[in-house]
Every structure is written in structure tokens, then in C-alpha cells.
């Protein structure tokens, strides 16, 4: 004799309803994490293949990035991230770029494309106002900043425990980058890393995932 009424599951969690939504979600997360893994590889491709033209042809490329306090050098924001000062410089960029990238697209390519773009608007725009005149700043490593931002923020911001758990792994694996904001080193644009940082907690705060308001009684 059926122990249960005509049409009626257990709702535990070996229930079907429950075990469909396993799998639901598993698989939404390993085509998440495929999609993120093949924009993050074309994204650095992309770089290398800049970086090679730039070294094979008579152009000189790292003149396209941004040249602060030049208006003419405004297009460079977009432009920089893409151009490096030699193949070192963007060998130093690469791994942290697929690793933050990836960790950072796994909610959507979308949302992702959309916090790249604000993190390199406003980190090219802290660097043009905020370098020397006419000073040319080149490469991802605002970036990769702004990635760590972002992935840090996300979860506070969104409240999954997923996204907390990843930020806080982050944290600690890359917890020493942080120090790259500050003025040190010759050559290197701290500035092109504090606001590719502040860039990826605003783009973070932006992209935050809405909650609907419950009514009021």
C-alpha cells in the first residue's frame, strides 16, 4: 500500500523535483565556467597578438595608450589595456588576468563585458587626470585590479555564499597585490591600479544583483 497520496513526493532532497534542480544548477555553473574560461582566454589573446604585431611591425603601438592631460589621448582608455611594454610586461599580466577574469565572469558573460568596461573607464580616466602631463600609460594591470575589486565586492554586495566564499579565497591568494596601489615603484602607474580597483568595487556595487522589495502591510 502507497504510504503516500496519489501524486505526492517526498520534498526531502532525494526528492526528483529536488535532484532536478541539482542538476539544473550544476550545469548552469559548468556553462558558466566554460564561458567564462573561452572569453578569458580570447581577451588575452587578444593582448598577445597586439603585443606581436606591435613587435614585428615598424608601428609603434604603446603611442595609442593613454596620454594624460591630452585630449588626443582620451581614446587611449580603451585602447590601453590591450598594449604592453613588452612581452614581460604582459607575461606579468596574463595569469592573474585569466585567473580574476575567469573568477569574475562565472555570473555571466554580460555582466561581465559591462564591469570590464566600466573598470577600464574608470581607471583610464583616474590615470589621465592623475598622471604627469603627457606621460603614456600602456597595459591590463588596471585590469587586474579592477577584477580583484570586483570579485572582493561582489560578494558583500550580492550576498552569495558562493561569491563570499570565492572574495575571501581571493583575498587570500592575492592579498599582496593590494600594496600596488600605493607609489613605489618607477615605471609602474599606481595610479592605473588604485582606480582599476576602485573601478571593480563601483562596477560590483553597480551590477548588484536587485532584490524585490517586499510589500508592506
Do not use: K
Not at 552569495?160 to 575571501?168: E, P, S, T, Y
Amino acid at each position: 500500500m502507497n504510504d503516500h497520496p496519489t501524486g505526492m513526493y517526498p520534498t526531502g532532497p532525494s526528492s526528483p523535483s529536488s535532484s532536478a534542480r541539482f542538476r539544473r544548477r550544476a550545469g548552469d555553473l559548468a556553462a558558466g565556467a566554460a564561458g567564462a574560461a573561452v572569453v578569458n582566454i580570447l581577451l588575452v589573446a587578444v593582448m598577445w597578438v597586439s603585443e606581436i604585431a606591435d613587435y614585428v611591425l615598424p608601428a609603434d603601438f604603446d603611442a595609442y595608450g593613454i596620454r594624460s592631460w591630452d585630449p588626443d589621448g582620451l581614446p587611449g582608455i580603451l585602447l590601453a589595456p590591450f598594449l604592453h611594454a613588452g612581452f614581460g610586461h604582459l607575461m606579468a599580466n596574463s595569469l592573474p588576468l585569466l585567473v580574476l577574469g575567469f573568477l569574475a565572469a562565472l555570473r555571466g558573460i554580460g555582466r561581465f563585458l559591462a564591469a570590464s568596461l566600466i573598470i577600464i573607464v574608470v581607471s583610464g580616466l583616474g590615470v589621465w587626470f592623475t598622471s604627469p602631463p603627457t606621460y603614456v600609460t600602456v597595459g591590463a594591470s588596471g585590469l587586474v585590479f579592477g577584477y580583484f575589486g570586483f570579485v572582493l565586492a561582489r560578494g558583500l554586495f550580492d550576498r552569495r555564499a558562493l561569491d563570499i566564499v570565492i572574495g575571501i579565497g581571493v583575498a587570500v591568494a592575492y592579498y599582496s597585490i593590494i600594496w600596488g596601489v600605493l607609489p613605489g615603484q618607477v615605471g609602474i602607474s599606481w595610479q592605473g591600479h588604485l582606480f582599476g580597483l576602485i573601478g571593480g568595487i563601483v562596477a560590483a556595487w553597480v551590477l548588484r544583483r536587485r532584490r524585490r522589495a517586499l510589500p508592506a502591510y
